[in-house]
Every structure is written in structure tokens, then in C-alpha cells.
């Protein structure tokens, strides 16, 4: 009996050490972006800043505002299953899909204000532009683009993860799936913390 | 074998970090707008930067992990840090 | 006694047992028989290659069909060959045996990889006849005549990102493996120098492939949306992108040659039947050389239009290198000192490896330091060198591990004879084929052109029958390896005498590995 405990014991960090090393090809892939980035920054700075004027502050404030808060909710259904609360985990799950989703909404009305105003790749208005202009707002699509497939991807997983919290799956006993799954959804929130500044603050 | 695997972290602790969060990102705005040039975005990234902290100290759980968590974490930072450096040794002198 | 895996139920029936399996050494045999098969395109790429170039003037090719066929060339045997070559084949199979684990920590994302690789080849595969025509911009796929030309590189960059994805993965798994599944008793520093070099790969894989994956992910929304990253004619940095492709491509030369250099670090010590000489030193040359690695990637791009300042820098630490390589180097030799030597074959392929390694690693220096490179690149001796390298390094080291592992993964012996005059053909066909290109190159002959002037004839014939002499090494050795799996003398579990864990249980062995957990109480280089 000892025997087996220990071995699910193992399990429990193994699962987590995957998790983490996975999370570290996630910083590289941001961080191969960022680089680009910081390249076309560093070379434009004028443009880039110009560019910046274009951006809604206040959406993209209420985005950080609502992934930030998700992340708390996220944490917060996790601590909730690890001490057998499940109606409060589920809630808690539920309000993390519920906060991606406006995060989502959101990212569409200001993805479709840029197009209204012809602002979007290979567009005529965006190449009678300066170069640097073209580099902001490839990167902003492309970068931002990228994080929200990242967003839709967590948002699937952590349904799955509902159901399975429903089904009992997921308990007190076992839930490095949640907890993984947090992780994810907790480095997403980190990107866009880095994102936020990058795109909508260099005024 | 000591993990803690099961760590309890009050509701509480939580709810601080997220006011800490929500408070660093008005004042990140507010560094923004005053418009220091190339400060503002050293102070936005370094701002940027102890959010992300707090999210992966507390959020992430790094506090309560093994060391080895901890110093696996410095690898990738590490490693893009030098990519960047290197690339930039180019793109400074080009 | 246990039946071995081959013989185990598995949940599915024929073939199904083995593409839905989730056993390491399956795994491992599905990755070695893929990688092979294109090992096998490529050669014969290669060689066709070679009898284009036989004497100058056109002869079978047009200019646009022989850079087809290099950038195949190229891409077949980097991502589909050398790459997954030892890490996933040899590696999958040896590792979790090596450390006493039952089978790699996640056998469903390991299974899962290899789905990854094989889309990934058959969808570069497909990218030759679908679409604007094979891709002809050689295997480094620089912007902008990536961008521009017409033909089929969204597809073909597509599947390299898969394969990417692939070894990413995998390298995930081993690295959770070998951290969190060693037997009890089995220390750090009582791993074998394979598991080693393994460790050191995978946190390459890891960390280099996604700067790879986020760079074509570009190319392709670059080539699809016109959204400008690295068109000129959007302000964007052509050089950037060689940053970045040499970013993962300069580690990813060390995917390929580590595992090599931990194939024979292993062999070394039980055909000399003594202890290797300096084990931390080789352990910790493998994580230095995945370190340094990501410091150097520069000195591919010396006439590309980087700043001086930064060509002197790369060019500097690129000779950082050659210090825990060297380690390596005299190491083996010193543990071939006074030992009592057995000339079997994988010992003769690992000093045939030794050999080619030393001449690609120290041409590789004329290539580092920045004055000389600025002369020989963009030359034939850069080709000449990274064959000696990818080929004679990882490729020896690779055939002296699939002979010194067969009678493990089979349970049969080769032959011996056969295999020795396998060795003897594949190092001189080999030096007489790669050598002419060193001559070549410092007299001035560039790469990658389907013709040259006529006063380079003479070493491009020595080169093209060198090709032939190889390729008849290649068939004897696969000839024997394959005769030998249906009519070879039986091995008995452990014909090397060897120490290490691999070889404590049967050949081949059961489904998790060992009938009783092992418990280690000694290193794996000790015989006595």
C-alpha cells in the first residue's frame, strides 16, 4: 500500500516538471518575438511610438484588468479542489471561461476598429506608411494574434478540465491536471503582461 | 521525498496579490503618460517585469515548489537573455 | 523469464501494435526505421548530386532542378535524419534502460512525437509536387528569396515547424525521464555518459527549437498576409531572420553531434575494458557544449552584414567551443591508454569517428576565426567541413552505436568481417569524398551552384567516386545489419561484457524493461 502511494507521489511532481519545462518553450516562443520586436523597436523608435497613439489605452487596460483577474480566479479554483470544495472550484472555473471570453470579445472589437480604419497587414493605408508603422502593426496582429489562439487554447482546456471536475476526475486526491492547466493559463496572463506595456503604453 | 504537494495557500494571500497587480498596472499607465522618453518604457518593462514575479511566485505556486523548480526557472530567462544581448551586439554597432 | 517486447500482446493487432504503441522501445524502432528510410532518400540525393558535379558542364539537371534537389538534400538529412537520428531512435530506445526506468515519464506525448515527425516529413514530402514546385532555397530558407520565390515554402516550412514541435516534445519527455524516473541507487554521477549527453540534447531541444518554430511560423504569415517582418521592402531586417534561424540551427548542430560523442563515450570503455578516464570532465563538457552552444550562432552569418563589433565577438567565443569538444577528444584517447583493446566493429567506427571529428572540429577553427572565414565561406570547404562533422562525427558515431546496441535491440549478432570491411569502405570513400571538398574550397570553388569552372575537374572526380565507394560501404553495412536480424548467431543478453544497466536484463528486453526493479550500487564504466 506504502508502495503505491509513493509511486503516485511521483507521478504528481513528474506531471508538474513536464508542465514547467513545457512553459519554458512558451517564454522561448514569446521571447523569439519579443526579440524581433525589440530589434524593429530599437530602429524605430519614432514610428513606434506614433504607431502607439493608435491604440485604445482604456481596451487594452481592461484587458490586462480582466486576464489579471481571471489568473486569480484560476488560483483560487485550484485551492478550492485541493481542499474538497468542488461546487466552489467549479464556480471558480466557470468565472476563469467567463473573464477569457470578455478578454476575447474585447481583442474583437479592437481587432475590427483597426480594419474599419484600413489599419491591418499588406492594407494600402498601412503601406503608403512608414516602414516602422508596418513593422508596429504586423507585430501588434502577430503577436497579440498569437497570444489570443494561446487564450482560445486555454479556454478549451479548462472546460475540459470543468467537465472532469464534474465528473469527479479531477478531487482532492488528484488534481495536478488543474493545477497544470493553471500554469498554462497563468503564463498566458504573464505574456500579456508583457504585451500590454509594449504595444499600448509607448505613447 | 518532502514536497509539498498539498500546500494550503490562504484565499487571502491571493486577493492581496491581485490588488497588488491591479495597482501596479494603474501605475504603469500613469508612467506612461509621463512621457520620460525612453524611461518610460525601462520603467514599463520593469514593472512588467514584478508582476510577472508576483504572478509566478504566488499565482504559480513557485514559492511552495522544490528548489529545483525554482532554479530550473532561470534557464530559459537566462538563455533569452543572451539572444537578445548577442542579437543586439549587431544591431547597436550595424 | 519474460517474453521479450516483440513477442508481448499489444492492445492493437500488426501494424496498429506498433503506430499506437506507447512502449519506449517501440517507439525508439518506429523513429530508427523512419529516419533510415530518409537517410536512404538522401543519400541517394547526394549521390545524384555528386554525379551531376562529376566534370564541368552540364549533365542531367537544370540549374533549378539541382537546387531543388540540394535544398531536399539538405532538409531530408537535417530535419529528418540527424536530428531525430540518435536523440529519438537510439536514444529512446538505450535511455530509459540506461537509468533503470520501466518506460520514458510521458509514453503518450513520446508516441505523440513521433506522429508529429512523420506529418512533418510527409508533408515536406508533398511539398515537391504540389503547389508552385519543390522548394529551391536550400535548407536555411533566408528571407528575402524565401519571401519572393514561387515556389512551395509555405508548405515545406510547415512541416519542418511539425518536426520542430516534434523534438521539442520529446526533448520535454527525456528531460522529465531522466529527472524524475532514475532507478533507486542510480546518482547523477552513476548515469552512463549516454544518458549524459541525452540530458545535455534535450534541454537544447527544448530551448532552441521554439526560437525555430516562432521563426518559420513568421516566414509562412510573412509569405501568406504580406504582413511585413523581414521584407526590406517593409522596413523590415533581412538579417534578423539569420539571427534567428542560427539561433536554434547553431544549437541544433549540437542536437545532432552530442548524442554522437555520448554513443562512443560509452563504447569506448567497455571495448577497452577499463573505467573511462575523467567522467565529470565529459559530463560536464556535454552541458558546457549545450551551453556554449547558444553563444556562437554568428559565425554563420561572418559575410552577411553584421556589425564588426559583433562578427569580432561571435567570432571570439566561437573558439570557446573548442575547449570542452578538446576535453571530450583527449579524454577518449586517454581511455583508450593502457586498456586492454578489443577491435570489434563499433570500437573501429568510434575511431574512425574520433578521426573525422578532430579534422571537422579543427576546420572548424579556420572557419571561426573571422579572417579566414571571411575567405572560405560561402566556399566548399564550409561543405567539406560540415560533412565531416554531421557526417563523420554524428553519422560514425550513430553506425558505431547501432552496432555496439544491435545484439540489445535484437538479440542477434552481426557480422563481424562484414561489418569491419563496411567500415573500412564507408572511411575511405568517406575522406576521399569530403577531403576534395577542402581542397576545393580554399582554392575558391562556392557552394551550391550545378556546374564550376573547369580547372576544379580533377578533386571533383576524386570527390564523385569517393561517393561511390561510400555509398557501397553504406549498402554492405545496412546488408549485414539486416541479414544479421533474420539469420544472425544468437547474442545472449549481454555479449559486450558490459557494465552498464542497459545490459542487466534480457536481450531484447520485456515490456517494462526489467522482471525486478534494479537497484544500482555502482557506476557504469566499472568492471571489476
Known amino acids: 500500500m506504502n508502495e503505491t502511494a509513493h509511486i503516485e507521489h511521483r507521478d504528481y511532481a513528474t506531471a508538474k516538471l513536464g508542465m514547467w519545462l513545457f512553459l519554458f518553450t512558451e517564454i522561448l516562443l514569446f521571447g523569439g518575438m519579443f526579440l524581433v520586436y525589440a530589434e524593429y523597436r530599437q530602429l524605430n523608435t519614432a514610428d513606434f511610438h506614433e504607431a502607439g497613439r493608435e491604440m485604445n489605452v482604456f481596451l487594452g487596460a481592461a484587458n490586462t484588468v480582466i486576464l489579471l483577474t481571471s489568473s486569480l480566479t484560476m488560483a483560487l479554483a485550484i485551492s478550492a479542489i485541493k481542499k474538497g470544495m468542488k461546487i466552489r472550484s467549479l464556480l471558480f472555473q466557470a468565472a476563469t471561461v467567463l473573464l477569457g471570453l470578455g478578454f476575447l470579445v474585447n481583442k474583437y472589437f479592437e481587432w475590427s476598429d483597426h480594419i474599419r480604419k484600413g489599419l491591418y497587414p499588406d492594407s494600402p493605408v498601412l503601406l503608403a506608411m512608414s516602414h516602422g508603422k508596418i513593422l508596429f502593426f504586423g507585430l501588434y496582429y502577430v503577436m497579440t494574434g498569437i497570444h489570443a489562439l494561446h487564450v482560445i487554447i486555454g479556454l478549451s482546456v479548462i472546460v475540459f478540465m470543468f467537465a472532469l471536475t464534474l465528473r469527479g476526475n479531477i478531487s482532492d486526491t488528484d488534481y495536478v491536471k488543474l493545477e497544470n492547466t493553471g500554469l498554462f493559463w497563468h503564463i498566458v496572463d504573464i505574456i500579456w503582461i508583457y504585451l500590454f506595456p509594449l504595444f499600448y503604453l509607448i505613447l | 521525498m518532502e514536497e509539498n504537494t498539498s500546500h494550503h495557500v490562504a484565499t487571502r494571500t491571493f486577493v492581496f496579490v491581485w490588488i497588488a497587480l491591479l495597482c501596479l498596472t494603474g501605475l504603469t499607465i500613469k508612467a506612461a503618460q509621463m512621457q520620460m522618453g525612453e524611461w518610460s518604457m525601462v520603467a514599463n518593462i520593469a514593472i512588467a517585469s514584478v508582476k510577472a514575479s508576483l504572478v509566478l511566485w504566488f499565482f504559480m505556486h513557485l514559492k511552495y515548489e522544490k528548489r529545483l523548480f525554482k532554479l530550473l526557472l532561470f534557464v530559459p530567462i537566462i538563455t533569452i537573455s543572451i539572444i537578445i544581448v548577442l542579437t543586439f551586439f549587431d544591431i547597436w554597432y550595424r | 523469464m519474460e517474453a521479450s517486447f516483440y513477442h508481448a500482446k499489444t492492445r492493437y493487432p500488426g501494424i496498429f501494435g506498433w503506430i499506437f504503441t506507447t512502449d519506449h522501445k517501440r517507439v525508439g524502432l518506429l523513429y530508427l526505421f523512419s529516419s533510415l528510410s530518409f537517410f536512404a532518400v538522401g543519400v541517394s540525393l547526394g549521390l545524384t548530386m555528386r554525379l551531376e558535379l562529376i566534370r564541368s558542364g552540364m549533365h542531367f539537371y537544370s540549374a533549378q532542378t539541382y537546387n531543388a534537389i540540394f535544398t531536399l538534400h539538405g532538409v531530408i538529412m537535417i530535419f529528418l535524419f540527424i536530428i531525430p537520428g540518435i536523440p529519438s531512435s537510439l536514444g529512446n530506445f538505450i535511455m530509459p534502460l540506461q537509468i533503470g526506468a520501466r518506460d520514458v515519464a510521458f509514453p503518450k506525448i513520446n508516441i505523440l512525437s513521433w506522429w508529429l515527425f512523420i506529418m512533418g516529413g510527409a508533408i515536406a514530402v508533398t511539398s515537391l509536387f504540389t503547389g508552385g514546385g519543390p522548394p529551391d532555397t536550400g535548407w536555411t530558407f533566408y528571407v528575402p528569396y524565401s519571401i519572393r520565390t514561387g515556389t512551395n515554402i509555405s508548405l515545406a516550412v510547415f512541416g519542418v515547424f511539425l518536426i520542430g514541435l516534434s523534438s521539442t516534445l520529446t526533448g520535454m519527455n527525456f528531460l522529465t525521464t531522466i529527472h524524475r524516473l532514475r532507478a533507486p541507487g542510480m546518482t547523477w554521477k552513476r548515469m552512463t555518459l549516454f544518458t549524459w549527453s541525452i540530458y545535455a540534447t534535450s534541454w537544447i531541444q527544448l530551448l532552441a527549437t521554439p526560437v525555430l518554430a516562432i521563426t518559420l511560423l513568421l516566414l509562412i504569415i510573412e509569405r501568406n498576409f504580406g504582413v511585413g517582418f523581414f521584407d526590406p521592402a517593409k522596413g523590415g531586417d533581412p538579417i534578423l531572420f539569420e539571427h534567428m534561424f542560427w539561433i536554434y540551427s547553431h544549437p541544433a548542430v549540437y542536437i545532432m553531434i552530442l548524442p554522437a560523442m555520448g554513443t562512443v563515450t560509452d563504447i569506448i570503455p567497455v571495448f577497452t575494458r577499463r573505467n573511462i578516464f575523467g567522467y565529470s570532465f565529459i559530463a560536464a563538457s556535454s552541458l558546457a557544449i549545450a551551453f556554449v552552444g547558444y553563444l556562437v550562432w554568428g559565425h554563420h552569418m561572418f559575410t552577411s552584414g553584421m556589425s564588426d563589433t559583433a562578427r569580432i565577438i561571435f567570432s571570439l567565443l566561437t573558439f570557446i567551443v573548442a575547449v570542452p569538444s578538446g576535453v571530450k577528444v583527449f579524454n577518449w584517447i586517454a581511455s583508450l591508454y593502457k586498456g586492454s583493446i578489443r577491435m570489434n566493429a563499433p570500437l573501429l567506427y568510434t575511431l574512425a569517428f574520433i578521426f573525422l571529428f578532430s579534422i571537422g572540429g579543427l576546420t572548424g577553427l579556420v572557419q571561426g576565426a573571422l579572417a579566414t572565414a571571411v575567405h572560405v565561406h560561402g566556399t566548399y570547404f564550409v561543405v567539406g567541413h560540415f560533412h565531416y562533422v554531421m557526417f563523420g562525427g554524428a553519422g560514425f558515431g550513430f553506425f558505431a552505436g547501432l552496432h ?117 550500487t555502482k557506476g557504469p564504466y566499472e568492471f571489476r
Open chain 3, 404 to 520: 555496439y546496441w544491435f545484439p540489445k535491440i535484437t538479440g542477434k549478432l552481426y557480422e563481424e568481417h562484414l561489418a569491419k570491411l563496411a567500415c573500412f569502405f564507408l572511411f575511405i570513400g568517406f575522406n576521399m569524398l569530403y577531403f576534395s571538398m577542402f581542397v576545393l574550397g580554399w582554392e575558391g570553388m562556392p557552394r551550391r551552384y550545378y556546374d564550376y569552372l573547369p580547372k576544379f575537374n580533377g578533386p571533383n572526380l576524386v570527390a564523385t567516386i569517393g561517393s561511390w565507394i561510400l555509398a557501397m560501404g553504406l549498402i554492405i553495412m545496412f546488408y549485414n545489419l539486416v541479414h544479421s536480424l533474420f539469420a544472425g548467431n544468437e547474442a545472449g543478453d549481454n555479449p559486450w561484457e558490459a557494465a552498464s544497466l542497459e545490459w542487466q536484463t534480457t536481450s531484447p528486453p520485456p515490456v517494462e524493461n526489467f522482471a525486478v526493479q534494479p537497484v544500482v
